[in-house]
């Protein structure tokens, strides 16, 4: 036998014996066999549910649904077991994420100062101004001790104010830069001291005095 002869027998072989082993996926154009563990792991992350069908003009159902094959019977059944596991984490991140945001913004607004912190004059802090200053440097968490000055349409307004508030802090602590201080745009929140003081003088000056109706008894005579 010559070798060209040895050839073609070889040739001839390799085309028709059955093949004994094969590259697989992700050689082939399917992808993994189904059942195999590649194939699970490859369709783990489908969403569950009902797939959206076009049919004789139509889609079934008529909202949005994913399209595609149905995910493997044991993936929903996995699904149904541990319902609502998997979701109840991101509904508490989203709870925790909205009260985050609302403690963030008390915080800010109880650490703000306003309009009647200060003399309506110097636009230094009045006492009013110096008791909230001690108690934002005393009371509140070190995480959230940031002061807030609210600002005013007049930008050297706002220079006196911030430059009084941190001479203020510089004067209790001996350091200006121990407490930051940032602009905020802001509504007033509350009313001045002085402003409720008078609106309960001028009501207890407007009280009537308290009466007591009294009626004389009277008697009849036979």
Excluded at 48 to 55: A, D, F, L, S, T
Excluded at 122 to 132: E, I, W
Aim: proline fraction near 7%; hydrophobic fraction near 40%.
């Amino acid at each position: 036998m010559n070798c060209r002869a040895g050839n073609l027998i070889a040739l001839a072989w390799l085309v028709c014996a059955p093949a004994l082993g094969t590259a697989g996926w992700p050689f082939t154009a399917d992808g993994p066999r189904h059942g195999s563990e590649e194939y699970y792991e490859m369709r783990a992350c489908e969403p569950i549910g009902q797939r959206q069908k076009y049919h004789h003009g139509k889609f079934w159902p008529i909202v949005e649904r994913p399209v595609g094959k149905p995910v493997p019977w044991i993936h929903r059944y996995h699904h149904s077991i541990y319902w609502p596991d998997k979701y109840a984490p991101l509904d508490q991140a989203d709870v925790n994420y909205v009260s985050d945001i609302q403690v963030s913004n008390g915080w800010m607004s109880l650490c703000t100062f306003y309009a009647y912190h200060f003399d309506a004059t110097t636009n230094k802090l009045n006492s009013a101004g110096v008791k909230h200053l001690q108690w934002l440097l005393s009371s509140v968490p070190v995480h959230q001790r940031q002061a807030f000055l609210s600002m005013s349409p007049d930008t050297a307004v706002n220079d006196r104010r911030m430059s009084s508030l941190g001479e203020s802090v510089a004067a209790l602590v001996g350091d200006a830069q121990a407490l930051p201080i940032a602009m905020r745009v802001s509504t007033q929140i509350g009313r001045p001291a002085s402003e409720i003081d008078s609106i309960f003088k001028q009501r207890m000056e407007n009280m009537d005095a308290p009466v007591i109706p009294y009626a004389a008894a009277t008697t009849g005579g036979g």
